[in-house]
């Protein structure tokens, strides 16, 4: 079953008076509950912007073109207004983004308290589902630590408590792991797959990481704006392929 | 806590701005404490003179006090007239032979009447913090009852000796403060109130007058329902050589030009409070650029707009009310040092009320919150995507 599903996604940002960037040319997308998805494309293919508008940050374009549709959980998601789609985010989304984007002032707790908070669950409910979410990602001595004084990982792992907290259907990350090296970037994929998996969760990664698009169940390739199509499957070379010689032999047939 | 951290980010700006504050609602409170005093001499004699009139010489007379000497005989010749109950006529000279220091409000005063004159009709109500009130007894003798401030200023008490123009007194009592006239006034039975002004009066003047035949000033107390302005204009054109003062006429003289005053007072401090005011937009706006990127944040995972505006809002009111409770402070240590230096020259200035603090810092808690609205405002309407994109 369909959790997400857009068609004529369209996006054209004016960045001056006769300069206009056409970052989604017509994308339709379906993305089912419980999926794992990768977009994944060099910079500039739009896999941003698809993101930002299936994570309702951004409303396609509604002029220009075929009508766009989306719809979420069944619920159509064009005609809601800023407030509307605001609630949505707060209660029925995740969010990571690649800087980890936590509120510098607010403790580890705190940040992930705050998601509570928007969601409409303050208080002492908020703040122990923020510590359970924190005990998950493992950071349950981290509480009282400021972004500050949290590693890249470690904040990370805040940023995913947060984005989980209020355990929502969609969890939308962008770049997660674009700023850690390839252990934490494990660490944190390792967490992103284990809820997919052990709570049905729906996660869509943007990245430009093909290590990230390997441990998801599908990935969506863009290029100026557009979906590529799936490639098709060139086949197998008659020949078997040349084996390559592994550098330390070379260096014993050298040597001899 | 959460927006103390937030005014933490920044010590110095934060201070700054609250300083800004501090000083507006500092200059607040004092015009604000000395406009007070003003308004309560104001409204005291404005209660004294409300329902009698006040008959002086119709030469020099300034302000419904003159110096110029009345017969006693005038007094029958007012009572005469019709709508007049009583009359009491008394003797008011200025305290100091030869005025030195400019004093705000109402000088040093000497009042002679006899006591009991009014016939009971005077209801300004006075409170005595030692010794007894002058009696018709007293007539002949040289005692005084001192009003507060001047028995301060002198560190007089009852069974002391004060010199008043020359001539050595009694003290047989010592007022309760009033804030207002008799505050700054020796009360003398009228025969030496008399004896003191005819010695202060200029030869030429005196030739011809008998010393207790003199009076400055009559207070006329009404026939119950008749028009204190009716009864006036009565007196003056039945009475030669006389003016008088109603309420209207004191409101009139002596209540718009405090006015003006306070208005003076007041508009000097909203000024300042206004460059505080629009520092803290100044703060807010550019602690709110650099937290763009926050607020970006906040609205992606689910920060209403309404959310984003209340916590800006109500940081910006905290810096209000953080200076608003300094300059509270600071003005109210300035108002305390004021009167208390004032007092013992007899001048005090201030009169700091509780309702001038809370107007004080509830002023300032809600101009900063108003300062900081609008930025609040064009934060929130920021694109969350641009937001989060900017570095």
């Known amino acids: 079953m369909a959790l997400l599903e857009g068609r004529n996604l369209r996006k054209t940002y004016r960045l001056g008076r006769h300069n206009t960037v056409d970052a989604l040319r017509g994308v339709d997308v379906v993305v089912g509950a419980g999926e794992m998805i990768a977009i994944m494309g060099p910079s500039g293919s739009g896999k941003s912007t698809l993101m930002h508008i299936l994570g309702l940050l951004h409303g396609p374009d509604t002029d220009g073109g075929p009508t766009p549709e989306l719809t979420f959980a069944g619920r159509d998601m064009v005609a809601l207004d800023d407030g509307e789609r605001t609630r949505i985010r707060a209660r029925e989304m995740g969010f990571v983004f690649q800087d980890f984007n936590l509120v510098p002032t607010l403790t580890a707790l705190e940040n992930v308290m705050l998601a509570c908070d928007y969601a409409g669950r303050g208080g002492s409910a908020g703040r122990a589902a923020a510590t359970e979410a924190l005990g998950i990602v493992g950071l349950s001595d981290r509480h009282g630590h400021r972004p500050s004084e949290l590693s890249g990982g470690e904040q990370q792992r805040v940023a995913i408590a947060r984005a989980l907290v209020n355990q929502p259907n969609l969890i939308l990350a962008d770049e997660p792991t674009g700023n850690l090296d390839s252990e934490h970037t494990e660490e944190i994929l390792g967490i992103l797959r284990r809820f997919n998996r052990e709570r049905g969760q729906t996660f869509i990664l943007v990245t430009h990481d093909s290590d990230v698009g390997a441990v998801c169940d599908r990935v969506i390739r863009m290029r100026d704006g557009r979906i590529r199509p799936e490639p098709v499957p060139v086949p197998p070379p008659v020949a078997p392929p040349i084996e390559p010689v592994a550098p330390e032999r070379i260096a014993v047939v050298a040597g001899s | ?391």
């Open chain 2, 1 to 391: 806590m959460r927006y103390l951290r937030n005014l933490a980010r920044r010590p110095v700006r934060t201070t700054l701005t609250i300083m800004g504050i501090t000083i507006g609602i500092w200059a607040l409170v004092v015009f604000g404490s000395m406009a007070n005093k003003i308004n309560a001499l104001v409204s005291g004699g404005s209660t004294y003179y409300a329902d009698k009139i006040e008959v002086t010489a119709s030469s020099g007379s300034t302000g419904g006090f003159s110096s110029a000497p009345m017969s006693l005989s005038v007094a029958d010749a007012v009572r005469a007239v019709d709508g007049v109950d009583v009359v009491s006529p008394a003797v008011m000279l200025l305290m100091d032979e030869q005025p030195t220091t400019v004093n705000m409000g109402v000088p040093p005063m000497i009042t002679g009447s006899v006591a009991g004159s009014d016939e009971g009709r005077d209801d300004f109500v006075l409170r005595y913090a030692e010794g007894r009130a002058l009696t018709p007894a007293d007539e002949g003798s040289s005692v005084t009852v001192l009003g507060s401030d001047i028995a301060r200023k002198y560190d007089k008490h009852v069974g002391d000796t004060i010199d008043l123009r020359g001539t050595r007194f009694e003290v047989v009592g010592v007022l309760e403060p009033t804030l207002t006239a008799p505050d700054q006034a020796a009360s003398l039975p009228l025969e030496a109130a008399q004896l003191l002004y005819f010695q202060s009066l200029p030869a030429v003047v005196q030739t011809g007058l008998h010393p207790l035949e003199l009076a400055t000033t009559m207070t006329v107390y009404l026939d119950p329902g008749a028009d204190p302005e009716t009864v006036a204009d009565r007196i003056e054109t039945q009475v030669p050589d006389v003016a008088t003062m109603t309420g209207k006429d004191f409101d009139q003289q002596i209540g718009s030009a405090t006015s003006i005053l306070n208005a003076i007072l007041v508009g000097i401090a909203l000024i300042s409070l206004a460059v505080g005011g629009l520092s803290v937009v100044n703060t807010m706006a550019m602690s709110i650029a650099e937290r763009t990127r926050e607020i970006g944040i906040k609205r992606a995972i689910g920060g209403s707009r309404t959310r984003i505006v209340r916590e800006l809002v109500l940081e910006a009111g905290l810096i209000g009310l953080i200076g608003g409770l300094i300059g509270l402070a600071l003005g109210a240590v300035v108002v305390y040092l004021g009167d208390e230096a004032g007092r013992s020259s007899g001048t005090v200035l201030f009169e700091l009320t509780l309702g001038t603090a809370v107007t004080a810092v509830a002023f300032s808690t809600i101009l900063g919150a108003i300062a900081g609205f609008v930025p609040a405002v064009h934060a929130a309407r920021l694109d969350p995507v641009t937001a989060l994109r900017y570095e």
